[in-house]
């Protein structure tokens, strides 16, 4: 995005949490080795003494996280393939609670996506151009259009708690 809509250089900062799971595994030990491998590459080509592009997190703190929600104007949740992805419902939730209002950028193969796609920025998780793209139409919002998306995502995503999904997936299967 960086390269594509060079006016966001010096003007927005992507916070990353990449919290490691199955840290056991080899493949998710490399993975996890390249994800902080490309955040370095990042940050020496668009980083400056008074800028940081990207903030990476690897540790799990939720307090955070929470913040972090608070705060953000765009948040992407771009799963390649997974289940519910609380956090895409959790983003609208708290920044609607808390004032924020932030546009979600969803991958169209998060679980979520059936539910949060109408009221969102819907991607192709393969498709780093159409991100990029998606994300510079999210920071382009203006804050009304943000707010009512935003208040829409934390409506849905508050309708159906966790623990009824979780039931329903089960008594589907």
């Avoid at 765009?74 to 609670?97: F, H, S, W, Y």
């Avoid at 950028?105 to 151009?129: F, I, K, M, Q, W």
């Avoid at 990029?132 to 995503?157: F, N, P, Y």
């Amino acid at each position: 995005m960086l390269r594509r809509y060079p006016q966001w250089q010096g003007n927005v900062v992507h916070i990353a949490f990449a919290y490691p799971s199955r840290h056991d595994l080899p493949e998710y030990r490399e993975y996890t080795a390249t994800v902080l491998r490309t955040a370095k590459e990042i940050e020496d080509e668009f980083g400056r003494p008074d800028w940081e592009p990207l903030i990476l997190h690897v540790e799990d703190d939720f307090a955070r996280s929470l913040a972090a929600y608070r705060l953000a104007d765009v948040a992407l949740v771009n799963p390649i393939r997974d289940g519910m992805n609380l956090v895409a419902k959790e983003v609208p939730i708290v920044a609607t609670a808390t004032g924020g209002a932030c546009t979600l950028v969803l991958s169209r193969e998060a679980g979520a996506c059936a539910e949060l796609g109408p009221d969102s920025l819907v991607v192709n998780p393969y498709d780093v151009t159409g991100t990029a793209d998606a994300l510079h139409e999210a920071l382009s919002m203006d804050r009304i259009t943000r707010q009512a998306h935003c208040e829409r995502l934390a409506e849905i995503g508050g309708a159906l708690p966790p623990q009824l999904w979780f039931t329903r997936q089960v008594q589907a299967l």
